[in-house]
């Protein structure tokens, strides 16, 4: 048997193909023993070779053949044309006064990117097809009840028909289950769709974790982005079974049936990780750290910082004393970019929608505007009431709280421009929130319930999606400065809880979901005014005083 080609025999050196391989040249790919390593080096003196174990192989990374010069491969990376080149490349005229990186920095941008995708794709996108694949589940079986029921009921009816009338009885029952045929079709064609779906989800995710972990950088740089083709949820298929209601027999028709009908309706997509609450998904349980630490701290250059707002985990959104909203940073404290409001006047508060658009109220304009590719849009104007607090809920509505020139406040849901729901008066027809406060902040729990801080009644308001009261919060004791609670801006996070600013003891409350305090944040804190919350459960602080934005770990 020739051990060359015996598959029971062990790997042999690619040069002299009998001694076994003992080392491996990450450069070439070649399997070598160690007697053949010297010849090896000499075949090609112009490459540096790289011997390693052969058990060790792969672990030199394959850098990317220039495209204008074959024989080089690049190490750098050309920040202009966004490509790779060699140094040949560099010199070359082509590249003039160009800024070159290192392009494992790239490298490492890059897979940063694969992962965090990957985790969407895992965390969200899938978890989320999930969900719907066992509402579509629970929707075919449903269906199935429905119809059975539906039979019974006409079965029943039959009995007290004459023989006259069997026939028609018999036609009544085809009609029915041709239409159970029909949608329970549907229903398994698009419960079968979205498992199929979901089978293709994992399969990428399986190709990302290929292309996170290969070491050849052109397949990394290779690498297409997969979540547009997920991005866009399929339809949810609503039926409606025939309604069946039996009449007289001395009647001129014998029953009444309307045929069901599938209609398709939309599926909500929530990209945090706190999975939104339509979807069913708990998310994991996290525990207050023993003590918060400062992750970061920027400087925003305002005079005044007021609000703070989320677009990602490594930017945000603030606003100041001015008419100018700036995306900054939060890692690096580089600004990013920079938007004007479209009066002129600064914003009272600032949010971010799921598909990452600012939205801003206008308190003098009173105006919610929304900007949209660098356009501003104007989505409610109000004529007695003028908008403050905003906040985008899990089923992507608006809540905004408002007051009238009587100082009366309100919280009123928007669907778009159109006016959903008013919260404010309770069941006595008391006003909920107090008079003559205009910087109310607002948002919404993970239970759906409405959480507004209201500054004027030195209270956290809590109301069910309703509007009842549930709860109102007025601190806790002692409290680290012995100054009356002041809440300014609110958030919520993934375990329900409720955190608030309080401007006068310089630090954060937490409370849980139904109102029992449960610890302090300060870290330093100095006026803390507006927060908010990353999909990784960290806060994220606007300082009013001394305009820096500090982000805190607080949960493990």
């Given amino acids: 048997?020739?051990?060359?080609?015996?598959?029971?025999?062990?790997?042999?050196?690619?040069?002299?193909?009998?001694?076994?391989?003992?080392?491996?040249?990450?450069?070439?790919?070649?399997?070598?023993?160690?007697?053949?390593?010297?010849?090896?080096?000499?075949?090609?003196?112009?490459?540096?070779?790289?011997?390693?174990?052969?058990?060790?192989?792969?672990?030199t990374l394959i850098y990317p053949k220039c495209t204008s010069h074959d024989v080089e491969t690049c190490e750098m990376y050309c920040t202009q044309c966004d490509i790779p080149v060699c140094n040949t490349c560099i010199a070359s005229d082509q590249h003039l006064g160009h800024r070159f990186v290192k392009i494992i920095e790239v490298l490492s941008k890059r897979k940063e990117k694969i992962i965090k995708e990957r985790t969407?794709?895992?965390?969200?996108?899938?978890q989320t097809y999930q969900g719907i694949a066992s509402d579509a589940e629970k929707r075919l079986n449903l269906l199935q009840e429905e119809y059975e029921?539906?039979?019974?009921?006409?079965?029943?009816?039959?009995?007290?028909?004459?023989?006259?009338?069997?026939?028609?009885?018999?036609?009544?029952?085809s009609r029915t289950h041709e239409m159970e045929k029909k949608q329970l079709e549907t229903l398994?064609?698009?419960?079968?769709?979205?498992?199929?779906?979901?089978?293709?989800?994992?399969?990428?995710?399986?190709?990302i974790d290929d292309a996170f972990n290969s070491t050849n950088i052109s397949e990394v740089f290779s690498f297409l982005s997969l979540m547009n083709k997920y991005r866009k949820l399929p339809k949810k298929i609503v039926f409606g079974v025939p309604k069946f209601s039996p009449n007289k027999i001395q009647e001129e028709q014998?029953?009444?049936?309307?045929?069901?009908?599938?209609?398709?309706?939309?599926?909500?997509?929530?990209?945090?990780?706190?999975?939104?609450?339509?979807?069913?998904?708990?998310?994991?349980?996290?525990?207050?750290?023993?003590?918060?630490?400062?992750?970061?701290?920027?400087?925003?250059?305002?005079?005044?910082?007021?609000?703070?707002?989320?677009?990602?985990?490594?930017?945000?959104?603030?606003?100041?004393?001015?008419?100018?909203?700036?995306?900054?940073?939060?890692?690096?404290?580089?600004?990013?970019?920079?938007?004007?409001?479209?009066?002129g006047n600064g914003p009272e508060d600032i949010a971010v929608t799921k598909s990452g658009d600012l939205v801003y109220t206008d308190y003098y304009d009173r105006t919610v505007n929304i900007v949209k590719n660098e356009k501003i849009e104007e989505v409610i104007r109000l004529q007695n009431w003028r908008p403050s607090g905003v906040c985008i809920t899990y089923n992507w509505d608006l809540l905004v709280t408002m007051y009238d020139d009587n100082n009366q406040s309100k919280v009123v849901r928007y669907c778009g421009s159109t006016e959903k729901q008013t919260i404010q008066s309770d069941e006595m027809s008391k006003p909920l929130?107090?008079?003559?406060?205009?910087?109310?902040?607002?948002?919404?729990?993970?239970?759906?319930?409405?959480?507004?801080?209201?500054?004027?009644?030195?209270?956290?308001?809590?109301?069910?999606?309703?509007?009842?009261l549930r709860f109102r919060y007025t601190g806790h004791t002692p409290a680290p400065m012995n100054q009356p609670f002041n809440p300014r801006g609110i958030t919520t996070d993934s375990q329900s809880h409720i955190l608030t600013t309080d401007e006068n003891n310089h630090?954060?409350?937490?409370?849980?979901?139904?109102?029992?305090?449960?610890?302090?944040?300060d870290c330093g804190l100095s006026s803390p005014y507006r927060l908010c919350i990353d999909t990784n459960d960290n806060l994220i602080v606007a300082q009013c005083n001394n305009r820096q934005v500090k982000k805190i770990k607080y949960l493990k």
């Fill in 507 to 521: 630090c954060v409350h937490i409370i849980d979901k139904d109102g029992q305090f449960l610890r302090y944040i």
């Fill in 254 to 343: 014998l029953y009444n049936f309307t045929p069901g009908v599938l209609e398709e309706d939309e599926y909500k997509f929530n990209m945090s990780k706190s999975e939104s609450p339509e979807t069913g998904f708990s998310p994991p349980v996290k525990q207050l750290l023993d003590e918060p630490e400062t992750v970061t701290t920027i400087d925003t250059g305002y005079r005044v910082l007021y609000n703070v707002t989320c677009l990602s985990d490594e930017e945000i959104w603030t606003s100041g004393n001015d008419n100018v909203m700036n995306l900054y940073s939060i890692n690096q404290g580089s600004l990013l970019k920079s938007v004007a409001t479209k009066s």
């Fill in 120 to 126: 969407e794709l895992k965390e969200t996108i899938y």
């Fill in 433 to 468: 929130f107090s008079f003559g406060t205009f910087d109310n902040c607002i948002c919404e729990n993970r239970n759906l319930d409405i959480c507004v801080s209201d500054s004027g009644a030195k209270a956290v308001v809590v109301v069910n999606q309703a509007g009842k």
């Fill in 188 to 207: 398994q064609k698009h419960f079968d769709e979205i498992k199929q779906k979901i089978s293709d989800i994992q399969d990428d995710i399986n190709s």
């Fill in 149 to 173: 029921n539906l039979l019974a009921v006409i079965t029943k009816q039959e009995d007290i028909w004459h023989r006259e009338i069997t026939e028609l009885v018999h036609q009544l029952k």
């Fill in 1 to 59: 048997m020739d051990p060359r080609t015996s598959a029971q025999d062990v790997m042999r050196c690619d040069l002299c193909e009998t001694a076994v391989v003992q080392m491996h040249c990450d450069t070439c790919l070649v399997n070598l023993c160690k007697t053949c390593v010297g010849e090896h080096f000499s075949t090609d003196l112009s490459k540096p070779h790289k011997i390693v174990d052969f058990k060790a192989r792969k672990s």
